[in-house]
């Protein structure tokens, strides 16, 4: 079984300014590794995924992650937020091929807020 | 928009009772997934189908249940109903099935309060 820890629950950051979300994962399998965001009433949407190969991997809207085996952490980056980046990041693994079928372990969520 | 529908996107009901959401997942997925969200237990994989059979079980209550039907699209049985159940509860979608490599694409959910 997988497990996730999003080390913080909420991040005020002001516009402009550097972001780091934390998250630390669990397996004694190979996982696949992701990054998802949820805006105000709507759904999950993917920004980045680590499968294999380089282990710094971007994704959309400027953010990106690094995949730290040696450490099992897979933090979120972005150089500079914007007000629009306010939004709630969950960070999720699955079992990398065998019998995984989709079945996402998430951790509890960071609550992003950008202040102008 | 993910492409993922979900129907209703509020219901409210009482303790006992019996509800059934809907999904409609993205046009060519065969895949689907269904997932709680609540506050103390966060975000909950409960079932996934893939292409009308069941793939893997998560959470998921025995007094829930979910089909796949010929059309791909999914329904989410909760029954007997508890104060407890009230949640957001997210459909998603994607093309593979086991083993993921792809994006699960999720819908806007669909918010459960049991009064």
């Known amino acids: 079984a997988q497990s996730v820890t999003q080390l913080d629950s909420q991040v005020p950051v002001f516009e402009e300014a550097p972001v780091e979300l934390r998250c630390n994962y669990s397996?004694?399998?190979?996982?696949?590794l992701f990054w998802y965001v949820q805006y105000p009433n709507q759904g999950l949407q993917l920004l980045l995924k680590?499968?294999?190969?380089?282990?710094l991997v971007k994704g959309i809207n400027g953010f990106e992650a690094e995949f730290n085996k040696s450490q099992t952490s897979f933090h979120l980056r972005k150089p500079s937020v914007h007000i629009s980046d306010t939004a709630e990041y969950f960070c999720?693994?699955?079992?990398?091929?065998?019998?995984?079928?989709?079945?996402?372990?998430f951790g509890q969520g960071t609550i992003l807020t950008v202040h102008p | 928009d993910s492409g993922v529908t979900q129907t209703p996107k509020h219901l409210i009901t009482a303790t006992g009772q019996r509800v059934t959401l809907r999904c409609s997942p993205r046009?060519?997925?065969?895949?689907v997934y269904w997932y709680q969200q609540s506050l103390d237990q966060g975000l909950q994989f409960l079932i996934q189908?893939?292409?009308?059979?069941?793939?893997a079980k998560g959470n998921i209550l025995e007094r829930f249940s979910a089909q796949q039907f010929p059309d791909l699209h999914s329904e989410l049985n909760l029954s007997s109903l508890e104060l407890g159940d009230s949640a957001l509860y997210f459909c998603?979608?994607?093309?593979?099935?086991?083993?993921?490599?792809?994006?699960?694409?999720f819908g806007e959910g669909s918010r459960l309060t049991v009064l």
């Open positions: 998603a979608s994607s093309v593979a099935s086991g083993g993921i490599t792809g994006e699960l694409f």
């Open positions: 397996s004694s399998v190979s996982v696949y």
């Open positions: 680590y499968l294999s190969g380089s282990t």
């Open positions: 999720a693994v699955s079992a990398a091929g065998g019998t995984s079928y989709g079945k996402l372990t």
């Open positions: 046009s060519g997925d065969l895949s």
């Open positions: 189908y893939y292409n009308g059979e069941e793939r």
